[in-house]
């Protein structure tokens, strides 16, 4: 079983800036892409960026040039640097593991963090 634990979030003020990690844990032997939604209150869930195994970012047109998703392999554990924090960046965030298999055999299967609230308000 794979668990997903993300960390960071909070309040913070227009402008401002946080950090996220969430760290994969348990039997992984490899992990396709890791990546970050959010689900603002009332709304669907959305994504906002990707870091898939091959070293490749992508991201929602929205955070474009203020989030920064960084990866570390080796720790199984991906980070979103958000700064410029706007109100309309309020929401849910989530982790998300994209075609985990815990060994060579194993099917692939998808994982989520448990969601961590960010407040952007004055």
């Known amino acids: 079983q794979v668990q997903l634990v993300d960390s960071g979030g909070g309040l913070v003020q227009p402008g401002g800036f946080l950090r996220f990690s969430c760290a994969a844990s348990?039997?992984?032997?490899?992990?396709?892409?890791m990546d970050w939604y959010r689900q603002p209150l009332g709304n669907h869930r959305e994504w906002v960026a990707t870091?898939?195994?091959?070293?490749?970012?992508s991201y929602a047109d929205p955070v474009k040039g203020r989030f920064t998703i960084s990866r570390d392999n080796a720790k199984n554990t991906v980070y979103l640097q958000m700064n410029s924090l706007k109100p309309e960046d309020t929401a849910v965030y989530y982790c998300?593991?994209?075609?985990?298999?815990?060994?060579?055999?194993?099917?692939?299967?998808?994982?989520w963090g448990q969601g961590t609230q960010v407040t952007v308000s004055s």
């Open positions: 998300h593991a994209d075609r985990v298999r815990s060994g060579f055999w194993d099917m692939p299967s998808d994982y």
């Open positions: 348990g039997t992984i032997f490899s992990i396709n892409a």
């Open positions: 870091f898939t195994s091959a070293g490749t970012k």
